[in-house]
């Protein structure tokens, strides 16, 4: 019998992949959504691309509603996103178009996969970044979109936010992850001030567990320095 059950929002990218992977290990029913399938999740929701917010909601809905057969999920972890530079003076519609479409309708979405299958006491993480505390010129619409995920985040943590009674919503806020992709594309970073995958797969494990879990509605500073990650809430 499974330990519990959980949907990895993001389940291809490098920490959703690493997220099925360690409640796997440690005997969780695993589902993946994401645009392509992760052939070690137990069972995996594609997202059609091409279809709008609206249409994109209503399948995800009714594809989870489809593998649970009434069951209740223990957590939702929403790692999906992907990052876009750019200022005001060009295609700033473009890359905020794209960021919304990755960070803000994959939360979202997750969201109402909450209110819907989460059990009462359930978890639900959202992705937004710490860079978007403070203004970021350099790239606007990656800003712009995870600072709404930070919004969404505190809003889901009131009152009649629709999720079940004493759910936790957090937003994990980090710097750089250590993923193969930065690695390539940053040579020559610091490596040690980077966040490691397995850290975070282990910190959803405990808080799915209800251990150790900050307050609702907190959005959590991951920190790494000299390869240790300390987290501070916000």
């Known amino acids: 019998m499974a330990s519990g059950k959980i949907l990895i929002y993001g389940g291809r990218g490098a920490l959703g992949a690493s997220c099925v992977q360690f409640f796997k290990k440690n005997n969780w029913w695993v589902g993946s959504i994401d645009l392509t399938e992760n052939d ?3 069972a995996n929701i594609v997202v059609d691309r091409d279809a709008d917010w609206v249409a994109q909601e209503a399948a995800v809905l009714s594809k989870v509603g489809a593998e649970l057969k009434g069951e209740t999920l223990d957590a939702i972890i929403c790692v999906a996103g992907g990052w876009a530079g750019g200022n005001a003076k060009k295609d700033l519609a473009k890359s905020s178009d794209l960021m919304w479409k990755q960070s803000v309708w994959s939360s979202a979405i997750s969201a109402t996969v909450g209110a819907n299958h989460l059990k009462p006491g359930g978890l639900l ?8 505390l403070e203004g970021t010129p350099g790239m606007i619409g990656y800003g712009m979109a995870k600072a709404a995920v930070h919004q969404l985040t505190k809003s889901l943590a009131g009152e009649k936010s629709g999720l079940p009674d004493n759910s936790l919503v957090v937003s994990i806020l980090p710097v750089t992850l250590d993923t193969p992709m930065n690695r390539k594309w940053m040579p020559d970073a610091d490596t040690s001030t980077w966040t490691p995958l397995e850290f975070l797969s282990e910190l959803f494990h405990k808080w799915s567990k209800g251990e150790e879990r900050p307050a609702n509605g907190s959005l959590v500073k991951l920190i790494t320095k000299d390869s240790k990650t300390e987290m501070v809430i916000v």
Request: proline share 9%; charged share 10%; no cysteine.
């Open 40 to 42: 070690a999740a137990d």
């Open 125 to 132: 993480v959202l992705t937004g970044a710490n860079p978007a």
